[in-house]
C-alpha cells in the first residue's frame, strides 16, 4: 500500500508537472532540488485539503520551538547578501 501512495506523488510531479529530470548535477545539489519539489506538492496539497486561507491562518498560529530558528536561517541565507551591503554602508558611514 506505502508504494503506491509513493507512485502516486512520484508521478504527479513527472507527468502533471513535467519535472522528469534535474536541472543540477552533485547529489547534494538534487537533493536540494527534490526537497524543494517535494516541499511545494506538500504545500500545495494543504492547500487543496484545507484551502488558502485556512492554511495561512494555521501558519500563523504555528507554535513551535523551532520557528524562531526557522526564521533565522531564513533571514540569514536568502537576504545575505543584503545584509551585508548594509553592515558595509553602516560600517563607512561610522
Do not use: D
Request: hydrophobic share 45%.
Amino acid at each position: 500500500m506505502l508504494n503506491i501512495i509513493n507512485e502516486h506523488i512520484f508521478g504527479t510531479i513527472k507527468r502533471q508537472w513535467g519535472y522528469n529530470h534535474t536541472n543540477l548535477t552533485g547529489l547534494e545539489k538534487v537533493n536540494g532540488e527534490h526537497s524543494l519539489i517535494m516541499l511545494v506538492y506538500n504545500i500545495k496539497r494543504a492547500m487543496n485539503i484545507l484551502g488558502v486561507a485556512e492554511l495561512i491562518a494555521k501558519l500563523k498560529n504555528w507554535k513551535s520551538p523551532y520557528k524562531a530558528k526557522v526564521c533565522f536561517v531564513f533571514k540569514v541565507t536568502c537576504f545575505k547578501h543584503y545584509i551585508a551591503t548594509l553592515e558595509t554602508r553602516l560600517s563607512i558611514a561610522a
